[in-house]
């Protein structure tokens, strides 16, 4: 079989979901000996099918093989482990204390599996936004099943023809399809759904899992400044902006989508910039970034024909290669399409400002970011940027690689998202913290119970 054939179960997603709770019903998935057979397993297939996923998402986006390791692979591999590493520790119970009222006896908490969960992945890196929220699935002793995107259809094919082979198949399943495919299954009800893509197709997430009150973790996108302070190490700056930029043509959710730079060090910041961007393309600058798709490549050209900014880098694209020069735009117009949508694409706009007030202003008066970042030599500088601005997770002195820290959870807030995992975070948000509280039968005081004399009364109230 081929990467790029399709394999789409025929049955019915009723009768598929009913299949995977009873898997779960039975039990088998609970114990820490299948928890890290799963995850013994993704990491094999992570190693053993690195050619296999390097082919299929070279046909899908253009990657090369490399980026496919760095993007895709080695953070799902850095999950793993970790999960690995961590996961007796995380099952074990957790004791609490008892008030006076409630002594003698024993109180804690038992992480218990949710059940069965829901993971919608977005096309962007298909691996690993689809197997790292499997760690965290398997971890937790859930059964799941894994909808990739349909516009990644070569990596699709990819998780649906080797999860089963590196996982319990009965308990892990691959389901490809579209929106209608997604909602389909939605509708089955499930104990959690962990969704990774758009804030508009969050929401329908969302609403569709209303229905069936099934609680969602919604990782989504949004617009991820990153201000460069007047004290930044402005080479430092450029080159890590320019080089998490170019990843995967900007298309990655925690990308910077544009820099807010001091007035005094703007043209110094974007000549870095330009020369970085230039460096680090190569032979590639001119030809320019591979874009997923036309619908995609049109968004993003119109942004461009439409600035009100000036174009200091890049600027030109072909629509039949699919590809777009790395583009930097000084000082569009607030309103226009690159400052309104996330862009999710090599455009960076880059915009100067007066004082630390106009820049938090600015960030704050637009939806809460899934990422901030700050340049800035000064801890008291970058803390204040911090703590003034709310965003999803932040980062100083670099940008994006906080995705990477599995003891961190990552995840946004408001319009960039609900929840968050990686991690023992991942572990926590698909197991249920069930509270258990074991009393022996003595002492049993009658004046507990009524009818109520007034000393009784009046113990009560001091005791309880
Ligand atoms: P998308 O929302 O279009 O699609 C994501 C998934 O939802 C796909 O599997 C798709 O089939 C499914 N889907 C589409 N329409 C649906 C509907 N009506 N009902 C149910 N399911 C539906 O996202 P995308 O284009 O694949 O990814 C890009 C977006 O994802 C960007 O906004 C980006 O910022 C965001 N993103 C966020 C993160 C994160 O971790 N927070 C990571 C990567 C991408």
Redesign the pocket.
Known sequence: MTLSQQIVPDTDPGELVAGVRAIHASGRTRSLEWRLKQLDGLSRLVKERESDFAEALAADLGRSPSETWLGDLAGTAGEIDYARKHLKGWMKRRKESLPMAQRPGSAWVQYEPVGTVLI??????PVF?TLSPLVAAVAAGNCAIV??????PATAGALARLIPEYLDPDAVKVVQ???????NL?DQGFDHIL????????R??MA?AAKTLTPVT?????KSPVIVAADADLAVAARRIAWVKLMNSG????APDYVLVDETVKDEFVDLLRAELTTMQGDEAAAGQRI?NEG?FDRLAASITSTRGVIVHGGQSERAALTMQATVIVDPDPDEPVMAD?I?GPILPVLPFATANEAIRFVSARPKP?ALYVFSKSSRTSDAYVSAIQS?GAVVNHVAMH?LVPALP???IGD??IGSYHGRWGFETLSHRRAVLKKGTWPDPSLMYPPYSDRALKLMRKVL
């Open positions: 919608i992945g977005p096309w962007n890196y936004l909808k990739p995107s349909e516009l990644a399809g579209d929106g209608r495919t997604t909602q939605i969704f990774t893509g758009g804030t508009e197709v969050g329908k997430i569709g919604l990782e989504l996108g949004g298309q990655t959710c925690i997923v995609h996330e999710f899934l999803g995705c990552f995840g946004g960039s998202g």
